[in-house]
């Protein structure tokens, strides 16, 4: 293998690993919010294979691409904006969830949709804190030494990260 390719493969698999970890710490969010406050732990399957499956869309179609787009406008912006992107980003799955279950506006303030926001909100911070950690150990490969979406740099390949 070569290293462009070693690379290719480590930026991949960070980015899985980040979604995966970050639905993970988003749903224990949401249960230990369930349980500090009702005692019990109700519709843990409903939450967890709606949130999985709207966390799996959402990330690709959604939060790496807001991510990287803040990264090419602003390459200096820190892990802070990052986060808060990541967490604002969470109220699209809950949006979509309602929508599908045939829910109104009202619906928004549930408390089913408040357990989603938990689930998403934390979810998409913990992604955008290890997005901006994947970013600087493993920058995005290109021919070029540069990804022209997410790295400033100049016509050598230098970048300014």
């Not at 990264?71 to 904006?81: A, D």
Request: net charge positive.
């Amino acid at each position: 293998m070569t290293d462009q390719t070693n690379r290719s493969v480590a930026y991949l698999a960070c980015y899985f690993a980040a979604g995966v970890a970050s639905w993970a710490f988003g749903l224990a969010a949401c249960l230990s919010y369930l349980w500090i406050r009702t005692g019990r732990l109700n519709d843990v399957r409903f939450l967890v294979i709606w949130s999985f499956v709207a966390y799996g869309v959402s990330v690709p179609v959604l939060l790496l691409p807001c991510l990287a787009a803040l990264r090419s406008w602003r390459p200096s912006s820190g892990w802070t904006v990052c986060v808060a992107l990541g967490a604002l980003l969470g109220v699209i799955p809950t949006a979509a969830i309602i929508v599908y279950w045939g829910g109104g506006v009202r619906d928004f303030s549930s408390g089913g949709a408040r357990l989603f926001y938990v689930v998403f909100g934390a979810a998409g911070a913990t992604f955008g804190w290890i997005y901006v950690w994947c970013h600087k150990r493993y920058p995005p490969p290109s021919p070029r030494g540069f990804h022209p979406l997410i790295e400033v740099g100049d016509k050598n390949g230098n970048t300014t990260n």
